[in-house]
């Protein structure tokens, strides 16, 4: 018998808190827990989740709490409970071997069976059912089969450790680049290898679960921006915009975008809401906005923001993580809603406008209750009811309104206050953009809230921090906290320029090259020089449900670069470049990020640089109009005291253009300018 305890009831994290009453006897992840598990010789019983996971809720109550199955996890093994959302490192770590270790993605939960000598992994999983279900075995069955697998099977165990030591060591070896990266394009490639997987039908990529994929959409407006996107994937990318903004992965009620799609037409999702996901769904939705003028995509972007200021928003103006899926331990029960009470609580023509939008006829889309999903736009029910669309809009807002009233007596589902400086940035960075329509100064004073509590308690000593948690700062930032803010602070630049905000992003880049940079053969890790050594160091080049780290990397050093005339930002993301490329060219399909910004580097976007006068306001956004997502515009005020290098001999009222390595002619009107532009776009 084990005499451990359960350890997690100290813990700030809600995923860890909520496992804390549980009979096993979980364990953190630290030095002194590794050394038990040698001293024991007992195998680590590694399980990694978050709280927002509807899956990580079923194999707790399943398993976790029940005292049997406790009895055989404490019985046979070290069990370590991590929160992916505080170890991003070990999450990647592992991830990573579960992929190798069975030829598919993992997932959460994920399950893993560790060496307690190496921590190195011999047995992957995610979600195992209490009872065995389609030819996997059961829990129980499972945790006494590896018991007496380690024990009894000691030489095949220490083969295969052997074996997938040897995968990790090859893995960490760097692929040499045997082609000059400057004459060589891989965007014809990736938009080739995203045609293969459209959805033609429901828009978006993949059979279901399907996931928005915002890297996808987020290349694709890029290059539509540039006029180099086919009619047909032009046609595909709006459907899916379309599609995801009107179905049932959209709150249309509370806003904000749910995880995944359970079915392809986007309409029922897992219930789970997470910051990253609508941080980056909120840039997409405002950018196709600004290119595209479509109410539609201004009602999504929209509904992120109005989300996040009801649910997400902290008192010290940063976001929380996530938003469970369950409500007392069922999935989606604040969300869904019975026929009868969504009758009840609107007038007659709502209803029958409701009824006709969301297509409220036949059996109920989710278990005997109704989670909207909207099958017919606005316009569209308003012709076949016969009403005016104003008419039609007047009626949908009011029912709406009625129906988030109605939703706020359901216990809300449980929110993660963690505040996680790379998933801030991202909102931050989406808040920004939309703030650029329009000039929505209310979204412009939500992000720069969030940047300066960031800077001024999360940015402490030159060394950034990963989260904060208990009213202080926590651990030590990773590489997609560094550069998800830089991206943050760059967007931060061209909306409204401030000082503070161009010394602290090159304050970053300079941390991000002492603590990141693979100095020999280019690119950055994911944990720092000085960070915990763990069985595998990742340099993250592939996309995943986030851009790549160091794809963000290299965009934010080739304009940061340029931008501040400063070779070595330019010269590490070359070298990113170099060593990047090998896995570019094998599969541009996942590293789309690296190939966006790579594309970036062969075509150089012109950066505009305005000294204000007071008056340039207009020049700023006649170029903004006239090119949209074509132009990196910097207007900076006369009371500016920091400025880029080529802009110092600039007098108020005037205008440079450059691009890459040279500057044209400065232009004393906007005029001067919109032809320089039109000339180095054409």
């Given amino acids: 018998m084990s005499d451990l305890i359960n350890r997690l009831s100290g813990e700030t994290s809600p995923y860890l808190q909520a496992h804390s009453q549980q009979p096993v006897h979980w364990q953190t992840w630290t030095a002194e827990t590794l050394r038990l598990a040698q001293s024991q010789k007992k195998p680590i019983l590694l399980s990694i989740g978050y709280s927002a996971c509807h899956w990580c809720h079923g194999m707790a109550r399943e398993s976790f709490s029940d005292p049997a199955t406790a009895a055989l996890m404490n019985e046979y093994f070290i069990n370590i409970k991590v929160d992916r959302e505080e170890r991003p490192d070990l999450d990647d770590v592992y991830q990573t071997a579960h992929q190798m270790l069975t030829g598919r993605p993992g997932g959460w ?45 000691q030489q095949d165990f220490k083969m295969l450790r052997n074996q997938v030591e040897a995968s990790f060591q090859q893995l960490m070896q760097p692929v040499l680049s045997g082609s000059d990266q400057a004459s060589v394009t891989l965007l014809p490639a990736a938009l080739r290898s995203l045609r293969a997987n459209q959805d033609e039908a429901e828009g978006g990529f993949g059979a279901p679960p399907k996931f928005p994929l915002p890297v996808n959409l987020s290349l694709l407006l890029q290059v539509e921006s540039s006029h180099q996107l086919s009619e047909y994937d032009k046609a595909h990318l709006h459907l899916s915009l379309s599609q995801m903004a009107q ?28 910051l990253y996901d609508n941080g980056l769904l909120l840039d997409v939705y405002a950018r196709a906005w600004i290119q595209t003028d479509n109410p539609l995509y201004k009602s999504a972007a929209l509904g992120i923001v109005r989300w996040l200021r009801q649910h997400m928003l902290t008192l010290h103006g940063t976001f ?22 969504i009758r009840s609580s609107l007038t007659p023509e709502e209803f029958t406008l409701f009824q006709q939008m969301f297509g409220l006829r036949g059996e109920a889309n989710f278990f005997g209750r109704w989670h909207l999903s909207q099958q017919e ?97 926590v651990r030590h930032a990773y590489l997609d906290d560094f550069v998800f803010l830089m991206d943050a602070l760059l967007e931060s630049l061209q909306t409204q320029w401030r000082d503070e905000d161009y010394q602290f992003v090159i304050a970053l880049a300079e941390s991000l090259l002492r603590l ?9 890790f994911y944990t720092a020089h000085d960070a915990e050594s763990l069985i595998y160091r990742s340099k993250p080049f592939m996309d995943t449900a986030v851009p790549s780290a160091n794809g963000i990397a290299a965009k934010v050093l080739l304009r940061l670069g340029h931008l501040t005339a400063e070779p070595r930002y330019l010269q590490a993301a070359q070298k990113l470049f170099s060593a990047a490329l090998p896995v570019m060219q094998q599969s541009p399909e996942t590293h789309l990020t690296l190939v966006q910004v790579h594309q970036e580097s062969l075509q150089p976007l012109p950066q505009v640089m305005i000294m204000d006068n007071g008056f340039m306001d207009v020049w700023e956004r006649d170029i903004r109009q006239t090119f949209p997502g074509q132009v990196l515009c910097y207007r900076l005020p006369s009371a500016a005291v920091l400025h880029p290098t080529e802009a110092m001999s600039m007098d108020p009222g005037e205008a440079l253009v450059c691009t890459a390595d040279r500057c044209l002619a400065v232009q004393k009107s906007c005029n001067g300018i919109m032809h320089q532009l039109t000339e180095l776009l054409s």
């Fill in 247 to 274: 179905r049932g992965i959209n709150d249309r009620i509370g806003g904000g975008f749910f995880r995944y799609s359970t079915d392809a037409g986007w309409n029922i999702p897992h219930f789970e809401k997470m």
């Fill in 516 to 524: 990141h940079e693979d100095k020999e053969f280019g690119g950055f």
């Fill in 377 to 473: 736009d606005l316009n569209t029910a308003a012709k076949q009811l016969m009403l005016t669309r104003e008419t039609a809009l007047e009626l949908y807002r009011g029912g709406r309104e009625k129906i988030e009233n109605l939703r706020a007596y359901n216990p809300l589902p449980l929110i993660d206050h963690k505040v996680l400086t790379g998933w801030n940035a991202l909102v931050i960075k989406g808040l920004l953009v939309l703030a650029r329509k329009d000039n929505e100064l209310r979204e412009l004073s939500l992000a720069h809230g969030a940047i300066d509590f960031i800077r001024e308690n999360m940015w402490v000593n030159q060394r950034l921090f990963a989260g904060w948690q208990g009213e202080k700062p």
């Fill in 109 to 153: 939960p994920l399950t893993m069976f560790l060496c307690p000598e190496t921590q190195l992994p011999f047995l992957a999983g995610t979600y195992f059912a209490k009872n065995a279900h389609e030819g996997q075995l059961g829990f129980d069955d499972l945790l006494e089969r590896v018991n007496s697998y380690f024990v009894h099977q």
């Fill in 320 to 341: 929380f993580s996530a938003m469970d899926a369950e409500t007392n331990g069922k999935e989606g029960a604040y969300y869904t809603l019975a026929l009868d009470e």
